[in-house]
């Protein structure tokens, strides 16, 4: 299923923080929750984890555009945070404003015609019960999905059903309005100032989902059933190595990820990479990258990258690799091992360096150096079947000179292989999370 992380929780009045430890007993702080904005439900457990976990011991948490399963070491823990976090979520609630309006979207495909309702929802109403209304007042037949768009410039993401659009409402009203002058939440909530509407949606049944429990990760090395492009071998995929839907991957980066905080880094909404990877599985169509949150198309080369059968640095050269970290001239001999790539992997690698030293360029906006960018792209380069301490470290330096000596390993027109290098994106910086 979906990677699990340690995290540590510390409950305060109004707020929950989620930390990383970090070694002499420090914290890093991985996200900051108003606990009028969080959700939780014992059920859909499996939904989210994409695998089995005790419901003894587990449930879900939730806040806008994310949600987790937080698995606790016993039952009694697990009872004591339920109850306690349960408690505040009812206390602070009171302290919101008693409803909003949220619009609702609806497109009738057979008339081409949209339908918008505004409903007017409480704190507790969950989305399941807001498609229950939508539906009613709209007299639809059949299984909806509520999905949920914090911007015109942001993907809808679909919603299970126990989340909570009020939530997702007010969070979005705080974000956009918090830094305005005389700022105040319920003049806001009622005055219809709202870049926030949710969107009705058929469910459609397809087989494609059925086979989703079969998958071993979404962001990690996998191999899909009947997979056109993800799992498969780069000469059986394209023999210049760059299927089209990698290099729309790569041109999207090229375009707006040296403008994104933590490119590569963050993680992305993991419901919007699967719905990404679904859609070009089922189809081949890669033009749903285009309007897709640069984070989660980030996250979706990885995954492209790791769900090759070998990986693109090929595992027959790992230990000449390795071996050439220690050589004394290593750049040169770094390039004399590239010359032995396949013509495919060699391609697409000089197209991902590009990406990456572009990104390096702007390092000091967006914080992703080629030290971190090695860190963070290198274990989807190059793996061993036998990892080690070392080979953990090694990899990410390997990446790292890589993108440093782009010009030495791959000559000078690397640089330019997808393009003039563009001096703003338009690109906003993402807040998709997975934890």
């Not at 969080?38 to 695998?51: C, G, P, Q, S, Y």
């Not at 509520?146 to 969070?171: C, M, N, Q, V």
């Not at 498969?232 to 839907?245: A, F, H, I, M």
Request: hydrophobic fraction near 40%; charge should be neutral; charged fraction near 20%.
């Amino acid at each position: 299923g979906v990677q699990s992380q340690d995290r540590h929780l510390f409950l305060f009045t109004d707020l929950l923080l989620i930390a990383k430890s970090r070694s002499g007993g420090t914290f890093k702080l991985k996200q900051m929750i108003k606990m009028s904005e969080l959700w939780m439900t014992a059920d859909n457990i499996e939904v989210v984890a994409e695998t089995n976990k005790s419901r003894e011991t587990s449930f879900v948490l939730g806040w806008p555009t994310t949600n987790v399963v937080a698995t606790f070491m016993t039952a009694a823990a697990r009872d004591l945070w339920w109850g306690k976090l349960s408690e505040i979520v009812r206390e602070e609630s009171t302290k919101e404003p008693p409803d909003t309006n949220i619009q609702v979207l609806y497109n009738d495909n057979e008339t081409n015609t949209e339908y918008c309702k505004t409903l007017m929802v409480s704190s507790k109403m969950t989305a399941l019960a807001c498609v229950n209304l939508a539906t009613r007042l709209l007299d639809l037949q059949g299984p909806f999905q509520l999905w949920a768009r914090t911007s015109i410039d942001e993907a809808p993401y679909p919603l299970i059903g126990h989340e909570r659009p009020f939530a997702i409402k007010l969070s979005n009203l705080r974000h956009t309005l918090s830094t305005e002058e005389g700022f105040d939440l319920d003049h806001c909530n009622k005055s219809g100032h709202d870049s926030c509407h949710f969107i009705l949606r058929t469910i459609l049944k397809s087989p494609l989902k059925k086979s989703k429990s079969k998958i071993t990760g979404l962001l990690r090395r996998s191999l899909s059933l009947n997979p056109s492009i993800f799992g498969v071998s780069l000469s059986r995929l394209d023999e210049n190595g760059l299927p089209k839907p990698v290099l729309v991957m790569l041109q999207q980066i090229f375009a707006k990820g040296p403008f994104i905080q933590g490119i590569f880094r963050k993680s992305a909404n993991v419901r919007i990479v699967r719905e990404l990877r679904d859609q070009i599985e089922a189809t081949g169509d890669s033009s749903c990258l285009e309007d897709a949150p640069i984070i989660a198309v980030a996250a979706l080369l990885k995954d492209f990258l790791r769900s090759l059968p070998d990986p693109l640095l090929t595992s027959h050269l790992f230990s000449l690799w390795m071996a050439a970290l220690e050589s004394p001239n290593r750049v040169q001999t770094i390039k004399s091992i590239l010359d032995r790539l396949p013509k495919a992997n060699y391609t697409l690698l000089m197209h991902l360096i590009c990406v990456l030293h572009h990104i390096a360029r702007r390092s000091k906006h967006n914080l992703m150096c080629a030290s971190n960018l090695g860190v963070c792209c290198g274990p989807s380069l190059l793996w061993s079947s036998s990892p080690t301490v070392n080979h953990s470290r090694a990899v990410p330096a390997l990446t790292e000179i890589l993108i440093r000596h782009c010009e030495v390993l791959f000559g000078d027109g690397v640089t330019q292989l997808l393009g003039e290098e563009k001096n703003d994106s338009g690109a906003e910086e993402s807040t998709d999370s997975l934890h």
